[in-house]
């Protein structure tokens, strides 16, 4: 049972940043000025790299597939 409850804290928390990445995403296609596109653009590329480690722990910790 504990095992489920971490493995809902994996889906939850890949959820809510797949959920800002996608926000982001949108605020960088709409935005014009190029300093703040490149400031939500490095956001994005840290939300990439965090799920990705998010991923890679859930496998190695706990053998989940999370991709």
Do not use: P
């Not at 190029?34 to 840290?46: F, I, R, Y």
């Not at 965090?50 to 706990?62: E, F, H, N, S, V």
Request: aromatic fraction near 4%; charged fraction near 35%; avoid cysteine.
């Amino acid at each position: 049972m504990a095992i489920q409850f971490v493995i809902g804290e994996y889906r939850l928390l890949r959820e809510a940043l797949k959920l800002h990445q996608s926000k982001l995403q949108r605020e960088s296609e709409a935005i014009e000025d190029e300093d703040e596109q490149l400031l939500v653009d490095d956001k994005l590329q840290k939300l990439n790299d965090m799920l990705r480690g998010i991923a890679i722990a859930a496998k190695a910790d706990w053998d989940i597939d999370l991709a």
